[in-house]
């Protein structure tokens, strides 16, 4: 039963599009998180909502709009795509502000072309 | 503000032989330290995590890692590799208070030879 789960795995799509990638935890824990890893394989966190209340946005352009319905569900949505945005997309949880690590996802590889 | 710092890029080993990966970090205060590891096409897994006690912490897969004050370190050691650690590293650093936002360091990717 996977603990973080994220759909899709792969996402490849066109200059211009909107997607969205969905993220949902069975942990019970009431933060989530969004993080951008780039092609160096460098980790950057965009969002974190707890309780569906967003308390972190670290300067991401407004093309990306995260959402969360419930403590469960945390999902990313991605306006007018651009090359840049080609990245691997991983969603984690914590309890709290996750003094005992972040659970990730397996990430979502998103291509832009 | 925060910061981590992985000073090797790439590390290869021979398989059975010890392993320390270096992690330096930047925080004004007492920091929690965390080493993920992420095999190929998946995502990061805990290793393991240091908050306060006792400097030198157990995690899984026969890893330690010890914290050093003194020198802003947090390395993680294996006493004998295994092929299947071959694996990109992380370091992570979070504020002790308040909401944390792990800030990572840029990785170590392990190669393990036979």
């Known amino acids: 039963d996977t603990a973080v789960s994220q759909t899709p795995k792969y996402l490849v799509t066109q200059m211009g599009n909107d997607k969205s990638i969905k993220c949902e935890q069975n942990l019970g824990h009431d933060t989530m998180y969004w993080y951008k890893q780039d092609s160096k394989k460098f980790l950057k966190i965009m969002f974190s909502?707890?309780?569906?209340?967003?308390?972190i946005n670290e300067t991401v352009p407004n093309r990306f709009s995260p959402k969360s319905p419930d403590k469960a569900h945390l999902n990313l949505h991605i306006n007018s795509l651009e090359l840049g945005d080609s990245a691997v997309y991983f969603c984690?949880?914590?309890?709290?502000?996750?003094?005992?690590?972040?659970?990730f996802g397996s990430g979502t590889r998103l291509t832009v072309v | 503000a925060q910061s981590v710092t992985q000073p090797d890029i790439h590390i290869t080993v021979s398989e059975g032989a010890s392993l320390e990966l270096r992690c330096n970090y930047s925080y004004g205060a007492t920091p929690y330290l965390f080493w993920y590891v992420q095999s190929p096409g998946q995502g990061l897994q805990l290793l393991l995590k240091?908050?306060?006690?006792?400097?030198l912490v157990q995690g899984i897969k026969g890893f330690e890692a010890e914290f050093k004050r003194s020198q802003s370190s947090f390395n993680l050691r294996k006493p004998s590799v295994h092929w299947s650690d071959a694996a990109e590293y992380f370091c992570?650093?979070?504020?002790?208070?308040?909401?944390?936002?792990?800030?990572f360091g840029a990785g170590t990717r392990l190669a393990v030879h036979p």
């Open positions: 984690a949880s914590s309890q709290g502000p996750g003094g005992d690590g972040y659970t």
């Open positions: 909502y707890n309780n569906k209340e967003l308390i």
């Open positions: 992570a650093v979070g504020n002790s208070g308040g909401y944390n936002k792990l800030i």
């Open positions: 240091y908050f306060s006690g006792d400097t």
